[in-house]
């Protein structure tokens, strides 16, 4: 495996013959999802990119999205893309959220919160210029 490797040396590993870190680079710019990626890779680079949380549930849905979006585009998608998917779908505006700008209805997160069961969720939000927060429990 890796630790085996000599760090100095050639790695001699035919899909990957060089280490990012050579160019400066990491794994991170490689990351992406397509039609065939599972739940836990779209939940890892929503987290890890903008802090969002995904309860089982909304993981399973939101795969079904992914899915469909990489079959139509017989693409891949990166954390940014994932983002602006997430948006479209559950934020932009069949919710009262006009594309690239505030309008009546605009949503902006400030912080969600997942109770320890992983069942509930908190979500600081401003909707129409007003702070608050929403709470909502699954099963």
Not at 5 to 16: I, R
Request: charged share 20%.
């Amino acid at each position: 495996g890796f630790a085996a490797q000599d760090p100095a040396g050639l790695w001699e590993v035919p899909y990957l013959p060089i280490d990012p870190a050579d160019l400066g680079r990491t794994y991170d710019s490689v990351i992406r999802v397509n039609s065939q990626s599972g739940k836990g890779g779209i939940a890892f680079l929503l987290e890890r990119e903008r802090g969002v949380v995904m309860p089982r549930r909304l993981q399973v849905e939101f795969s079904a999205v992914v899915q469909r979006a990489t079959d139509t585009s017989e693409g891949e998608m990166d954390g940014g893309a994932l983002w602006s998917l997430f948006e479209q779908h559950y934020i932009g505006p069949a919710h009262g959220r006009a594309p690239g700008g505030a309008a009546p209805g605009t949503l902006t997160l400030h912080g969600q919160r997942l109770e320890e069961d992983g069942q509930g969720i908190a979500l600081d939000v401003t909707i129409d210029g007003v702070r608050q927060t929403l709470q909502g429990r699954g099963n």
